[in-house]
């Protein structure tokens, strides 16, 4: 209940490609946006493109074409790759979310090379990379959340959520990327740091976050070394996978204390934060997320 029950609790819990409660113009047919390693997809179940190959704001309405536009282009389901980068060549992608004020077409994506983390700009029409901004003192990014005019990205080698200002965009859409809420940088070549939400540690590996008003919700898959617990002789890892959350308004895990108890019964190693509410008559709603190492979906119960 301390994360969809509260009644101080008024505005939905964001993840990446996930929002809950869902918006009311939420649709089966919305387009995806899929990372791989080296690569960046558009995925529409059915949609309408506009003239420059965009997915249109309309394209929920998939079964009434009547509205479209005269440039506008009626398809079936399309995947389309947006960037590829050198697979070779040190890139690791691991998110990316849109830049406000650029007509839907420039993208802010992760890249977390060996040794630090980068900012991308994407024109999803020409392809090309227009601005490469670093996050300082970060490393092994994994996940990028976007929340307003915020950016929460996970830091997995220090342990860390980093809170940033979404940057602006470049030329053309520098005064309208502001006039939608972007900030210019105050470093050249660096993002705006706001906060860094400290609590875990390396071994815990986090891997996800889920924005909520008062939680940073995490999921971790720790590789710790084994430890033997004194009384029982059992040996346990260091950092066991487990679904966890930090405070936004404190430094540190959340606990019993505070009236939050951590979940391990979650599998060996979980991947991905998304939401779901069952139509059962209790209308239960989930956390889910995967255990990639059994190749099974966890499921735990918040109400």
Request: aromatic letters at 6%.
């Amino acid at each position: 209940n301390r994360i969809v029950g509260s009644s101080t609790v008024t505005s939905p819990i964001i993840a990446n490609g996930n929002v809950f409660p869902p918006p009311p113009t939420e649709s089966a047919n919305d387009c995806l946006v899929l990372v791989t390693r080296n690569q960046f997809m558009w995925h529409c179940p059915e949609l309408t493109l506009d003239a420059n190959g965009i997915p249109s704001p309309d394209s929920s309405d998939s079964n009434d074409n009547s509205s479209n536009s005269n440039d506008s282009i009626s398809s079936q389901p399309t995947q389309a790759i947006l960037y590829r980068g050198d697979f070779g060549g040190g890139r690791r992608f691991r998110g990316a979310v849109s830049a406000p004020g650029t007509d839907r077409r420039r993208l802010w994506l992760l890249d977390s090379p060996q040794t630090h983390d980068l900012l991308l700009e994407l024109d999803t029409v020409t392809g090309e990379i227009l601005q490469t901004l670093e996050i300082a003192d970060t490393q092994d990014g994994h996940d990028l959340v976007r929340v307003g005019n915020a950016l929460f990205m996970v830091d997995t080698r220090f342990g860390n959520i980093v809170e940033i200002e979404l940057p602006a965009s470049a030329a053309p859409y520098y005064e309208s990327s502001i006039a939608a809420g972007a900030t210019a940088v105050s470093e050249d070549g660096y993002v705006n740091i706001l906060k860094v939400h400290g609590g875990f540690t390396r071994s815990d590996h986090v891997n996800n976050v889920a924005i909520h008003e008062e939680l940073l919700l995490s999921n971790l898959h720790g590789k710790g070394k084994l430890i033997e617990d004194a009384a029982t002789g059992v040996r346990r890892p260091v950092s066991p996978t487990r679904l966890s959350a930090l405070s936004r308004l404190k430094h540190g895990e959340l606990g019993a204390a505070e009236g939050f108890t951590p979940v391990q019964n979650v599998g060996t190693m979980c991947h991905g934060i998304a939401f779901w509410q069952d139509n059962d008559a209790a209308a239960t709603i989930y956390l889910l997320s995967l255990d990639s190492k059994s190749g099974t979906l966890v499921s735990v119960s918040l109400t």
